[in-house]
């Protein structure tokens, strides 16, 4: 577990200004989700987290450390995609433990974390089959897989439920929910949907045009948006 700062984060690509000066604070444990209209840099936020993106100019620490020498493979953080490609030639066992074996992980370790995975994730009981004889929701489970056998300090998620029927997306967000209880880890989760945010959220982060427009629980964001964007968004009745 640990903590996510980011001081005064920016990121520019070219002369496209996208991140224009993030301050935040996600303390360890929470479920901090990013929520704002498409194209308001939620995904680019994320991936500057992650070390998939160089920040322009800015701090960001995670563990109290400071993450601009580190890569992505020594953040402790993990990452979910929208678009979560499985290996299809594989199983489901193999697809969870790919990361670990590519990172010389020992035959034993790598069986004892795909089991522990397979059951929080309810896979079990589908661990020899391949990820095309998986419905879309047990796809999505095994990415979630590879994430957790590797142990991250951070999950980080990019929409990983929009590519799920609504009846899915449903169940999956009680899951998930379910996941960080178990796991008792930081999360960050980025989505457009503002049930997904006021449903699984301890704090949520309303994102506009690259700056943040507020930060608070459900609750406080539903009963005292700082804004019409906000309570637009959020759906309050201001
Ligand atoms: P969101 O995830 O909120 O939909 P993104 O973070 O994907 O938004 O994108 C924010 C803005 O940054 C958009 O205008 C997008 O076109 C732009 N953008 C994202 N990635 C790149 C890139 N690699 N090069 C240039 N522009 C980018
Ligand atoms: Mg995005």
């Known amino acids: 577990m640990a903590d996510v700062r980011l001081k005064g ?4 690509f070219g002369a496209l200004s996208v991140i224009k000066g993030v301050d935040l604070e996600v303390k360890d444990g929470e479920f901090c989700v ?13 991936r500057a987290i992650a070390g998939l993106e160089e ?3 800015g701090a960001l620490e995670i563990g109290g450390k400071d993450m601009t020498k580190i890569g992505p493979s020594e953040r402790g953080v993990a990452m979910v995609f929208q678009s979560y ?9 193999d697809n969870i433990g790919f990361g670990l074996k590519m990172t010389g992980h020992s035959k034993e370790l790598i069986a004892e974390r795909t089991n522990v ?7 079990d009981a589908l661990m020899d089959r391949k990820p095309g004889q998986l419905s879309g929701g047990q796809r999505q489970r095994v990415a979630i897989g590879r994430a957790i056998v590797r142990k991250p300090d951070v999950f980080l998620f990019d929409e990983p439920l929009s590519n799920l029927d609504a009846a899915l997306r449903v169940q999956m967000r009680t899951e998930l929910s379910k ?8 999360m960050i989760y980025v989505t457009h949907d503002q049930v997904e945010a006021m449903t699984m959220a301890t ?5 506009s045009a690259g700056k943040i427009e507020q930060v608070g629980s459900p609750l406080e964001l539903y009963h005292r948006p700082n804004n019409l964007f906000v309570a637009g968004f959020i759906g309050s009745p201001k």
């Not at 704002?36 to 994320?46: A, E, Y």
């Not at 499985?86 to 066992?93: A, G």
């Not at 996941?179 to 930081?186: C, E, I, P, S, W």
């Not at 704090?203 to 994102?207: D, N, R, S």
């Open 34 to 46: 990013f929520v704002g209209p498409s194209g308001c840099g939620k995904s680019t936020l994320l």
């Open 179 to 186: 996941l960080h209880q178990d796991l008792q880890a930081t």
């Open 9 to 12: 984060v920016t990121k520019n």
């Open 85 to 93: 490609a499985l290996y299809p030639h594989m199983s489901v066992r």
């Open 55 to 57: 920040i322009s100019s």
């Open 203 to 207: 704090k949520i982060v309303v994102l």
């Open 117 to 123: 995975a397979a059951k929080l994730l309810q896979l």
